[in-house]
């Protein structure tokens, strides 16, 4: 009863003081990453198109396990959304935009509930928050993800492919857990890396930088990381997360740049995924 009393004082920021808390509350989350050693060319190189300037495999970090079983549904609309977690599973942390001090954990893998025929599919993935430090869920939540299914000539949805590890809007039950869930920290886990991938969009005399996370054929832009540069602003060098690219020249369509540094090891990287494309 005290932990549960706690644990709800602790969650009263999220519930923005309102004297009749909303059934949830929401955000936006981004996963966790620490980067590999990578190695790349040292000299000036070149891009034309759409061109990979800088690929580098990622881990994320901070992996939980969950040690009891739990189940709920949150309120959609009129509908209601189904959530199931089975002890030993593997959660991925996320960190949220706007509460960062409550911890909340992921699932890889992702449901997809059709609400109403009409509308495309809700594709999320199941969150557990802990909000006091002890090591137990006390709330229960989903990440929706951000890809939309797309009718086929049969009329069913077809979904494009889904990343294993993303970001996304973020909803959480206001309501606690009621049984305890339990969680242990894991040194090694079974989620693969991702990669990160800074890629060059170059259109005339005009370069456009992003950063992106890709899973095999599952690739996602990472929100606000992106820099447009004209050529006559060359030569300039752009920090992505810490990695870092000079833009030495953009002329007749091809691009010279060089890459000073990759993604840090040894340090944590958030980043916030938007809609595949």
């Known amino acids: ?3 549960r009393l706690a644990s709800a004082l602790l969650l009263a920021p999220l519930l923005m003081a309102q004297t009749t808390p909303p059934a949830t509350i929401t955000d936006n989350g981004a996963p966790v990453f620490e980067a590999e050693a990578a190695q790349f060319p040292v000299g000036p190189q070149t891009a034309t198109g759409t061109a ?3 690929s580098q495999q990622a881990n994320v970090i901070g992996v939980v396990r969950v040690d009891a079983p739990v189940a709920g549904s949150i309120a959609v609309g009129n509908a209601s959304l189904a959530l199931e977690l089975r002890p030993g599973t593997e959660l991925f942390p996320v960190v949220l935009q706007q509460r960062r001090e409550v911890r909340l954990f992921c699932t890889v893998t992702t449901d997809v509930t059709v609400l109403t025929p009409l509308r495309p599919p809700l594709i999320t993935r199941t969150c557990l928050a802990e909000t006091n ?11 929706q993800i951000n890809v939309t299914p797309a009718r086929s000539v049969s009329g069913a949805w077809e979904t494009p492919p889904l990343p294993r590890v993303s970001g996304g809007a973020i909803t959480l039950a206001t309501a606690a857990i009621a049984s305890p869930v339990p ?8 989620i693969a890396p991702v990669t990160l991938e800074v890629t060059a969009r170059i259109i005339g005399d005009t370069a456009t ?7 095999g054929e599952a690739g996602a832009p990472i929100n606000d990381q992106r820099v447009t540069t004209v050529a006559a602003n060359m030569p300039r060098t752009i920090t992505l997360s810490g990695a870092q690219i000079e833009l030495q020249s953009l002329s007749a369509g091809t691009l010279t ?3 000073a540094a990759a993604f840090a090891t040894g340090q944590p990287i958030a980043i916030t995924n938007g809609a595949r494309r």
């Open 1 to 3: 009863m005290m932990r």
């Open 52 to 54: 990979i300037l800088l």
């Open 133 to 143: 430090g002890d090591r137990v869920f006390d709330y229960l939540g989903y990440m």
């Open 183 to 190: 969680f242990t920290a894991l040194a090694e886990h079974h």
């Open 209 to 215: 930088v992003d950063l992106r996370s890709r899973e």
């Open 257 to 259: 740049y060089r890459v």
